[in-house]
């Protein structure tokens, strides 16, 4: 029986406007993820939970740009994020996204 890998994981995107994709920075698991992660708050960068989305980009090389596929996953979360920070409130994001 194969055992499911539960340790945290955790990966940290960078994006300057007029590149042509997000870049995986940082990546990692167990106690390499939660100091990535606390990394992360501390600095005051929102920290987003999605296992799945988490999973497709571990596989990303450090310092490359995110493949064409994923484009749509995290450009949709960067709109979601960039509306959140210019003052929507939750309750008006989750009717838009309904």
Request: charge should be negative; charged fraction near 25%; aromatic fraction near 6%.
């Amino acid at each position: 029986m194969a055992s499911r890998d539960t340790r945290q994981l955790a990966v940290a995107l960078a994006y300057q406007t007029g590149e042509s994709a997000p870049m995986v920075v940082a990546k990692g698991r167990g106690l390499l993820a939660r100091a990535i992660i606390e990394k992360a708050r501390d600095a005051g960068v929102y920290v987003h939970e999605s296992p799945e989305l988490v999973s497709l980009l571990m596989q990303v090389d450090l310092d490359q740009r995110i493949p064409p596929d994923l484009y749509v996953a995290v450009a949709e979360l960067l709109a979601w994020l960039y509306r959140l920070e210019h003052g929507l409130s939750e309750e008006l994001l989750l009717e838009q996204t309904q």
